[in-house]
Structure formats: structure tokens, C-alpha cells
């Protein structure tokens, strides 16, 4: 496993295996890994012949300092699981490589309508710093495919986006969310969560399936009844709600009975820690 730290090295290094007409499989990654950056890292071998991980904390993507100064780093750790895995090159560039100058000044890549809505309006200019940092290491690394997990759905949507919007050559390969036995799905920050609130935790996912099941049942009618009522349930078992809704799986617009695919997308806060989930699910009617 190659460890670069620089554009210069990874460029060198990027060259090499495409001379040698080997297919790239990028895993991106903030650290912090846990299952199902290693399921992401396995589909990629699948893929590609070369797998690169790159470790980035991305501060453009951060609303808050405070999060971003408390954000897990964990490179050893780290080290050690791709080193396991038996990746090819880990790509782990310190802020000054990748942000010469301020962020603040720095171009960035926007998606207009997509970026703004849902979690990008709890979280102004998230996905603006999202991708800025995947269009770079695409640039950097010019893969074959990239991989990324369905638990930011928001996100893999944007991404699939400003892909095809600006013509990458890159097949965005997507794998659903890995989930612990009791639904809670792998997060970096449920490492924030004490004791209590790993058992809470796993009520968020309990709630959007049982939510699914109650709109199925009533084929989409009492809608906002049957979405009160999963917010109520979860602020009484201690969650604060910021997004809970049913939204169009293509276009994230609101639910219509018109729509057949859907998905329900959630995010919440327990304690300081907020958490993310979906689920997707078919109307037939």
C-alpha cells in the first residue's frame, strides 16, 4: 500500500497504473472508517483493478467549527484497516495541499437546486464543500468508478448529478446502508453517542420502517397525520427532529401519490450527535 501525501506523488503514482491499463476505484472518505467503508473497499475490488482510498477531513463542508475541531481522527486506526484490506494506494493530503489558499476564496461546484434543500438548508453551503472535494479527487485521480454509501442519500444524489452535469467519465457506483443488528446504521459519529444514546439510537430507523408500512398501508393518503405522528414518537423517546419527510427518489421533491419510488429521509439530533438515515419504498397505487 502506497501512502501519499502530496498532488505531486499521486499524479506520478496515477500515471503509472494507467500506463499500465489498469481501471481506478476510488473509495473517498473523512476517516474514521468503520464497516461499511470496508464493504465500500470490497465492492470497489469487485470493480477496479487498483482501489484508492483517500482520508480527507474536508473543511469547506463543515458548518460548524466546533464540529469540525471535534470531528474523530483516527489515522492509525485507519492505517491499519486499509493496510488489511489490502488497498493499493491511501491518499491522505494535508489541508494546505488541497486548500492552497482560503477557503473562503477557493472555486467551488455547486448544484443549484439539490444543494439547497432538505439537509442543505439546515446546513448552508455542506454540499457546495461536498463537491468541491470529490470534483478535485476526480480531477487528481481521474477514476473509473467512485463509491460512495446510500446512508447520505441527499449527497449521492448530488454527486450523480454534478457528474453527469459536467461530464465525467465516471461510473458512480452506490452501495445501501450497512446497518448493526439493531438497525442503527455505521456512522463516524456514533462515536459521539454515550451509552443511553447507543440504545436510543437505533428508534430513528425503527420509526421511518414502521412509517413506510402505515403510508403503504393507507396508499399515501393521511400523509401529514402519519408523518406527525413518527415526529411525535421520536421527540417522546428524546430525539429533536429537524428533516423527517417523504420525498421523490429522483428528484427530492416533496411526495406525491403520483410517484411510485420514494424515500423517506430523516435527520435528527440525540445529545449533541445528529444522525442521518433513509429508506427507500414503492407506492404501487
Not at 473523512?30 to 473497499?41: T, V
Not at 471535534?70 to 489541508?95: C, G, M, R, S, V
Not at 446512508?151 to 448530488?158: C, F, R, S, V
Not at 437505533?202 to 406527525?228: A, Q, R, S
Amino acid at each position: 500500500m502506497y501512502i501519499i501525501k502530496t498532488i505531486d506523488c499521486l499524479y506520478k503514482k496515477i500515471q503509472f497504473f494507467k500506463k499500465k491499463g489498469k481501471t481506478l476505484g476510488l473509495v473517498p472518505t473523512m476517516g474514521n472508517l468503520h464497516k461499511g467503508h470496508i464493504e465500500l473497499i470490497l465492492l470497489a475490488k469487485k470493480h477496479a483493478d487498483i482501489v484508492i482510498v483517500s482520508i480527507f477531513i474536508n473543511p469547506m463542508q463543515f458548518d460548524n467549527t466546533l464540529d469540525l475541531k471535534n470531528y474523530p481522527q483516527t489515522f492509525l486506526e485507519d492505517y491499519l484497516i486499509l493496510k488489511k484490506e489490502k488497498i493499493d494506494i491511501l491518499f491522505a493530503p494535508e489541508t494546505p495541499e488541497i486548500y492552497p489558499n482560503s477557503i473562503n476564496m477557493h472555486t467551488y461546484i455547486e448544484v443549484p437546486k439539490l444543494s439547497k434543500i432538505i439537509e442543505g438548508k439546515s446546513r448552508p453551503g455542506h454540499f457546495t464543500g461536498v463537491t468541491t472535494i470529490i470534483g478535485k479527487l476526480f480531477n487528481l485521480i481521474q477514476p473509473n468508478f467512485a463509491f460512495f454509501g446510500e446512508k447520505d442519500y441527499q449527497q449521492l444524489l448530488i454527486i450523480k448529478t454534478f457528474v453527469k452535469e459536467l461530464n465525467y467519465p465516471i461510473k458512480i457506483i452506490s452501495m445501501p446502508t450497512i446497518r448493526l443488528k439493531n438497525g442503527l446504521a455505521f456512522s463516524s459519529r456514533n462515536r459521539y453517542l454515550n451509552n443511553l444514546e447507543l440504545k436510543k439510537a437505533p428508534f430513528l430507523y425503527k420509526t421511518i420502517k414502521k412509517t413506510i408500512n402505515i403510508i403503504i398501508k393507507n396508499n399515501g393518503n393521511k400523509l401529514h397525520e402519519t408523518i406527525d405522528f413518527a415526529k411525535q414518537s421520536l421527540i417522546q423517546k428524546g430525539f429533536l427532529v429537524d428533516i423527517f419527510n417523504v420525498y421523490n427518489l429522483k428528484t427530492l421533491n416533496f411526495f406525491s401519490k403520483k410517484n411510485k419510488k420514494n424515500i423517506i429521509l430523516a435527520s435528527v439530533w440525540l445529545g449533541n450527535t445528529r444522525l442521518i438515515d433513509n429508506e427507500k419504498f414503492i407506492l404501487l397505487n
